[in-house]
């Protein structure tokens, strides 16, 4: 069973960049598809991208699709959201999220998920 925690959020103007980090333990992440997701104050859980277990295929959804860029390390257990061109409307609870055996965005579809790591977007 996996266990995952984020890191990597922070405070950065409109226009930087930042990289999270899901450290997975407990399992190794070719057990599990990774998907990232956000939670903004007051609205529901987003699907932002995921990373299949099988090929490493991935996939982003619209609003982050080039700026956005989810990759995997397996030496190191850990999948990673590297984040250009950030905006204000980016700003949200970031989290991590494993499930086996299956390719999606649906947060209802995971299994297991990390903490979360705050993102905030602001001049």
């Known amino acids: 069973q996996a266990r995952l925690v984020e890191s990597g959020g922070g405070l950065v103007q409109p226009g930087g960049s930042l990289r999270l980090s899901c450290a997975a333990s407990g399992s190794t992440l070719d057990d599990y598809a990774i998907g990232w997701f956000r939670q903004a104050p007051g609205k529901g859980r987003e699907g932002i991208a995921c990373?299949?277990?099988?090929?490493?295929?991935?996939y982003h959804v619209p609003s982050v699709k080039g700026r956005f860029t989810i990759a995997r390390d397996n030496a190191k257990n850990t999948v990673y959201l590297e984040m250009n061109s950030l905006k204000p409307e980016d700003t949200a609870v970031y989290y991590c999220a494993a499930v086996a055996g299956i390719f999606t965005t649906t947060p209802a579809r995971y299994t297991f998920w990390g903490q979360g790591t705050q993102v905030t977007v602001s001049a």
């Open positions: 990373i299949s277990p099988i090929d490493g295929s991935t």
